[in-house]
Protein backbone atom coordinates (compact mmCIF):
# COMPACT_ATOMS: atom_id res chain seq x y z
CA UNK A 1 0.00 0.00 0.00
CA UNK A 2 2.97 2.14 0.79
CA UNK A 3 4.13 1.99 -2.97
CA UNK A 4 0.83 2.35 -3.85
CA UNK A 5 0.34 5.46 -2.54
CA UNK A 6 3.71 6.52 -3.45
CA UNK A 7 3.08 6.06 -7.55
CA UNK A 8 -0.38 7.57 -6.70
CA UNK A 9 1.10 11.02 -5.54
CA UNK A 10 4.09 10.66 -8.00
CA UNK A 11 1.66 10.33 -10.87
CA UNK A 12 -0.70 13.09 -9.49
CA UNK A 13 2.46 15.57 -9.49
CA UNK A 14 3.12 14.50 -13.33
CA UNK A 15 -0.28 15.34 -14.14
CA UNK A 16 -0.46 18.71 -12.40
CA UNK A 17 2.94 19.25 -14.28
CA UNK A 18 1.38 18.45 -17.58
CA UNK A 19 -1.85 20.25 -16.99
CA UNK A 20 -0.43 23.14 -14.94
CA UNK A 21 1.99 23.31 -18.41
CA UNK A 22 -0.25 22.79 -21.13
CA UNK A 23 -2.95 25.39 -19.21
CA UNK A 24 -0.62 28.14 -18.52
CA UNK A 25 1.92 28.00 -21.68
CA UNK A 26 0.04 26.51 -24.59
CA UNK A 27 -3.65 27.17 -23.96
CA UNK A 28 -3.92 30.12 -21.76
CA UNK A 29 -7.39 31.85 -21.06
CA UNK A 30 -7.24 32.77 -17.11
CA UNK A 31 -6.17 31.90 -14.28
CA UNK A 32 -9.65 30.00 -13.51
CA UNK A 33 -9.18 27.69 -16.27
CA UNK A 34 -5.80 26.49 -14.86
CA UNK A 35 -7.28 25.07 -11.54
CA UNK A 36 -9.98 24.02 -13.41
CA UNK A 37 -7.81 21.98 -15.92
CA UNK A 38 -5.59 21.03 -12.23
CA UNK A 39 -8.59 20.30 -10.82
CA UNK A 40 -10.38 17.53 -13.51
CA UNK A 41 -7.20 16.15 -14.15
CA UNK A 42 -6.30 15.53 -10.45
CA UNK A 43 -10.05 14.19 -10.00
CA UNK A 44 -9.61 12.31 -13.16
CA UNK A 45 -6.74 10.60 -11.78
CA UNK A 46 -8.10 9.59 -8.24
CA UNK A 47 -11.23 8.07 -9.53
CA UNK A 48 -8.63 6.06 -11.91
CA UNK A 49 -6.40 4.92 -9.13
CA UNK A 50 -9.31 3.97 -6.76
CA UNK A 51 -10.89 1.78 -9.35
CA UNK A 52 -7.47 -0.08 -9.97
CA UNK A 53 -7.15 -0.29 -6.42
CA UNK A 54 -10.25 -1.81 -5.42
CA UNK A 55 -9.95 -4.17 -8.28
CA UNK A 56 -6.89 -5.12 -7.25
CA UNK A 57 -7.86 -6.02 -3.89
CA UNK A 58 -10.39 -7.93 -5.12
CA UNK A 59 -8.69 -9.76 -7.54
CA UNK A 60 -6.38 -10.79 -4.74
CA UNK A 61 -8.57 -11.54 -2.00
CA UNK A 62 -10.84 -14.18 -4.81
CA UNK A 63 -7.75 -15.70 -6.04
CA UNK A 64 -5.17 -15.70 -2.95
CA UNK A 65 -6.85 -16.65 0.04
CA UNK A 66 -5.04 -15.42 3.21
CA UNK A 67 -2.24 -13.99 1.06
CA UNK A 68 -3.10 -10.35 1.72
CA UNK A 69 -3.87 -10.22 5.63
CA UNK A 70 -0.72 -7.60 5.67
CA UNK A 71 -2.37 -5.32 3.56
CA UNK A 72 -6.02 -5.48 5.38
CA UNK A 73 -4.43 -5.26 8.78
CA UNK A 74 -2.75 -2.03 7.19
CA UNK A 75 -5.96 -0.39 5.79
Not at 6 to 15: E, H, I
Request: glycine share 2%.
Amino acid sequence: IVEFINKRLSLQATVLFISFFYATFIHPINFLTTVLTMAAALFTVDIYFIIIHIWFLQFKTNNLPGSNKEEINAQ
